[in-house]
């Protein structure tokens, strides 16, 4: 139980495009899903705080308006990067929770975007 | 300074071994500790998650907490080939309603190699 999945795994584009990446929680309703963004060798870093049917929250220093997120369903959270850059090549991993319980996060398997 | 240091290692041990990996942090407002094991280009896995001082046993894993140091400890006993990954601690504080706020703070994560 508690599956994550992400979609999709790995996209490329070209500078200028925007990308959308969806979350799912697969068997189980997430009320609270988080957005995090891991460099290379480097940890995640928390960028925003998405709950269903409400505007997320987003980190010190991450541009809403570039990374754009929605949280329509209590299954379902998006992830739209705006305008992508080389700079915004990373790796974009989402998590979910249990309505109800933060304590525990299910994490997706990511999603590797590269922009040329 | 950092709110959580961890060793980045790499750090290579022989089948068989047991290996000790650890954290510190400097926020006393953390409460919910956990580790999180996470294998290559794939999102992360929780592996323990204690909220007390002292030992939490799963298996072949122990989590040891000691709130006075500031100082968390993963031990891995008898450890695989497929334990190689990357070893992640993350905490998280408290809300105003004394469950866990949600938002995760990582290390940096350990690579961890066990070589048959």
């Known amino acids: 139980g508690a599956v994550v999945s992400q979609h999709p795994s790995r996209v490329i584009c070209k500078s200028g495009t925007s990308v959308k990446i969806e979350c799912r929680s697969l068997d189980f309703q997430a009320t609270t899903m988080f957005w995090y963004r891991q460099f290379p060798k480097q940890s995640l870093m928390l960028m925003a705080t998405s709950n269903e049917g409400s505007k997320a929250t987003y980190e010190q220093g991450v541009e809403k308006d570039k990374f754009l997120i929605n949280h329509a369903s209590l299954t379902l959270s998006t992830l739209t990067v705006t305008s992508a850059h080389p700079e915004d090549s990373s790796f974009y991993i989402c998590?979910?929770?249990?309505?109800?319980?933060?304590?525990?996060?299910?994490f997706g398997p990511g999603t590797r975007l590269t922009v040329l | 300074q950092k709110e959580v240091e961890q060793d980045p290692g790499p750090l290579s041990v022989p089948e068989g071994a047991i290996v000790s990996l650890n954290c510190t942090y400097s926020n006393s407002a953390f409460q919910y500790f956990m580790w999180y094991r996470q294998y290559s280009r794939k999102g992360p896995e929780l592996l323990m998650y204690?909220?007390?001082?002292g030992n939490k046993e799963d298996g072949r894993f122990t989590a040891q907490v000691d709130k006075s140091s500031k100082y968390i400890s993963l031990f891995i006993r008898d450890s695989q080939p497929s334990d190689s990954a990357t070893y992640l601690c993350a905490m998280t504080r408290p809300n105003a309603g004394g469950t866990s706020y949600g938002k995760l703070t990582f290390g940096q994560g350990t690579i961890l190699t066990v070589h048959p």
């Open positions: 998590s979910a929770t249990l309505a109800g319980v933060l304590d525990t996060q299910y």
């Open positions: 204690t909220y007390s001082s």
